[in-house]
């Protein structure tokens, strides 16, 4: 639930009136499994919510159309994707201009950071290999 709300949050993909409740409720009810579900929400779906009135369903089912086509950096953001906050999304877009350029270094990252700490594990453990 809270990818959902950092998802939806001004800084990310600007998602008005989805805060911390509504989140919690797509969530619970099953609407919202993952992150691309929030777009196949209609405004019935969302009308059916606690405290949602026609006018505030169609209020959040237009804040989420709106949010379709974001520039990369606030979708980079949005991911939520460890490591990388608005400085690094900023970055990134600046040296990728396209979210396909931009998945190759941040797919060879996480590899490196797994392989780091699964080294570090071991270090600690002391199963790793040591100079002899």
Known sequence: MSRLVHFGSREAMNIEHLGEKTARQVVERGLVNDLADLYHLNAGQLKQ???????????????????????????????????????????????????????????????IFRRVSQRHAQDAAGTGNRPR
Do not use: M, N
């Open 49 to 111: 919510l606690d405290r949602f009135a026609d006018r505030s369903a169609r209020k959040l089912f237009a804040s989420i159309q709106e949010s379709k086509r974001p520039t990369l950096e606030r979708f980079l953001y949005a991911l939520g994707i460890r490591h990388v906050g608005s400085v690094v999304a900023r970055q990134l877009t600046r040296r990728f201009k396209t979210l396909a350029a931009a998945a190759r270094p941040l797919f060879c990252s996480a590899r």
